[in-house]
T-cell receptor, first 112, second 114 residues
């Protein structure tokens, strides 16, 4: 069964460092997303991406965040200068249609 | 304000017993509705969805959910739980003008006892 894969599964970084989280969406999907879940809190939408541009983003997704589809298979989330409050599980997802998102297993980011 | 509420943070159920997880939403119009499940160390898996039509929807793993417009609810049910159903369950809604900006509830942790 096709799946969304994410790397790394866990990353520890120092505050102020740049982090790139990587995702390989399902191959025939056209819509890509990042969500995050801070420990003990709800899963929150960050951004959606279609046709090589951002289609929606939340207020969380400020200038410190960026997304890119550098080639035909990867979808990345970059955090330019990490803060302590960026510590969370980050989920990548992809879909062919509205709402039927397929999620990866997540990348846990710990900012020290 | 738009919101999704899962009133039960934690439910314990015996194996073989029935399970019902509650979800209420507050939106201006009927959104698309979903239930996702997250097993430990796993990503979120779609159990079922409601877009329109029949208000009782069937999903994977023997789950079903019923949409009740009058109550703004979309409760998830399973007649007989298995130990493998122990997981966290998330209700989510999607505005009909959005493709993927899901709004999730806080989740309900289900523990299954022998």
């Amino acid at each position: 069964e096709p799946e969304v894969t994410q790397t790394p599964s866990h990353q520890v970084t120092q505050m102020g460092q740049e982090v790139i989280l990587r995702c390989v969406p399902i191959s025939n999907h056209l819509y890509f997303y990042w969500y995050r879940q801070i420990l003990g809190q709800k899963v929150e939408f960050l951004v959606s991406f279609y046709n090589n541009e951002i289609s929606e983003k939340s207020e969380i997704f400020d200038d410190q965040f960026s997304v890119e589809r550098p080639d035909g298979s990867n979808f990345t989330l970059k955090i330019r200068s990490t803060k302590l409050e960026d510590s969370a599980m980050y989920f990548c997802a992809s879909s062919t249609g509205p709402g039927e998102l397929f999620f990866g297993e997540g990348s846990r980011l710990t900012v020290l | 304000a738009q919101s999704v509420t899962q009133p039960d943070i934690h439910i314990t159920v015996s194996e073989g017993a029935s399970l019902e997880l509650r979800c209420n939403y507050s939106y201006g119009a009927t959104p698309y509705l979903f239930w996702y499940v997250q097993s430990p160390g796993q990503g979120l898996q779609l159990l079922l969805k409601y877009f329109s039509g029949d208000t009782l929807v069937q999903g994977i793993k023997g789950f079903e959910a019923e949409f009740k417009r009058s109550q703004s609810s979309f409760n998830l049910r399973k007649p007989s739980v298995h130990w493998s159903d122990a997981a966290e369950y998330f209700c989510a809604v999607l505005r009909t003008d959005s493709w993927g900006k899901l709004q999730f509830g806080a989740g309900t942790q289900v523990v299954v006892t022998p």
